[in-house]
C-alpha cells in the first residue's frame, strides 16, 4: 500500500530532550516535506526537500533539523524542544511532477513540557 | 499576513443539502489551488484542484470554482453527506514555484447532520 508512514504517532517529552520523528515513504518520491498544525493556525511548513541531499526552510524552521541522506526517509530532528514546539506534525511527499499533490501522513502528536 | 484565508470555521448543513466552503487569497502570483479534507487522527488526504486558467473542475460530488478576479474560490459538494464532515484546508501554490510547497489557510470544520 502506497503510503506516509511517521513514527511515532505520539509523544511527550521534556524541554531541551533531543528527539526524532521519523518519516517514511515508500512511493519514490522525490518530493518531501514536514508541516506543523497549530489551532487557528492551520498547516505551517517547516522544511522540505526537492530530492536527496536537497533541503531547504519552509515558513517556520526555528528549532528544527533535517535530513535527506536517502530517497524514502525525512527524520525531523528536535535539537533541544521547547514547550512551543508542541504541535501535530505531519510529513508529506510528492512525486514532484507538474501539479501532483502531497500525500500526508498520519501525523505525530507532540507534547513538550 | 495571511495570504489564504479561509473566514468561516465551521459550516453545519443538512444531509442532502449543498455545502459550499469558500476561501479568499491575496497573492496574485498563485497558480494552483487544491482542497484537502482531513478526517479526525488522521493526515489531510487531496480531495480536488484548480489550475488558475480554469474557472471550474468538477469530480464527482465535488466542484471547485475559481474567481480570480475577486481572488476567491469554493468547494461546493453536492450532495453533502455524513462521511462529508470533516475540516477542509484551502491550499494555493505560487507560480513557478515548487509543487509541494503549498500555503494553506486554517481550515473550515463541515459538519453534515443526517
Known amino acids: 500500500e502506497a503510503q506516509v508512514t511517521q513514527n511515532p504517532r505520539y509523544l511527550i517529552t521534556v524541554t531541551g530532550k533531543k528527539l526524532t520523528v521519523t518519516c517514511s515513504q515508500n512511493?519514490?518520491?522525490?518530493?518531501m516535506s514536514w508541516y506543523r498544525q497549530d489551532p487557528g493556525l492551520g498547516l505551517r511548513q517547516i522544511y522540505y526537500?526537492?530530492?536527496?541531499?536537497?533541503?531547504d526552510k519552509g515558513d517556520v524552521p526555528e528549532g528544527y533539523k533535517v535530513s535527506r541522506k536517502e530517497k524514502r526517509n525525512f527524520p525531523l530532528i528536535l535539537e533541544s524542544p521547547s514547550p512551543n514546539q508542541t504541535s501535530l506534525y505531519f510529513c508529506?511527499?510528492?512525486?514532484?511532477?507538474?501539479?501532483?499533490?502531497?500525500?500526508f501522513g498520519n501525523g505525530t502528536r507532540l507534547t513538550v513540557t | 499576513d495571511q495570504q489564504v484565508k479561509q473566514n468561516s470555521p465551521s459550516l453545519s448543513v443538512q444531509e442532502g443539502r449543498i455545502s459550499i466552503l469558500n476561501c479568499d487569497y491575496t497573492?496574485?502570483?498563485?497558480?494552483?489551488f487544491l482542497w484537502y479534507k482531513k478526517y479526525p487522527a488522521e493526515g489531510p488526504t487531496f480531495l480536488i484542484s484548480?489550475?488558475?486558467?480554469?474557472d471550474k473542475n468538477e469530480d464527482g460530488r465535488f466542484t471547485v470554482f475559481l474567481n480570480k478576479s475577486a481572488k476567491h474560490l469554493s468547494l461546493h459538494i453536492v450532495p453533502s453527506q455524513p462521511g462529508d464532515s470533516a475540516v477542509y484546508f484551502c491550499?494555493?501554490?505560487?507560480?513557478?514555484?515548487?509543487?509541494?510547497?503549498?500555503?494553506f489557510g486554517k481550515g473550515t470544520k463541515l459538519s453534515v447532520k443526517p
Open positions: 508529506a511527499s510528492s512525486p514532484g511532477q507538474q501539479n501532483s499533490p502531497l500525500h
Open positions: 512511493m519514490n518520491h522525490e518530493y
Open positions: 526537500s526537492m530530492n536527496v541531499e536537497v533541503t
Open positions: 497573492n496574485s502570483m498563485f497558480d494552483y
Open positions: 484548480i489550475s488558475s486558467i480554469k
Open positions: 491550499a494555493a501554490r505560487y507560480y513557478g514555484g515548487s509543487q509541494g510547497n503549498l500555503i
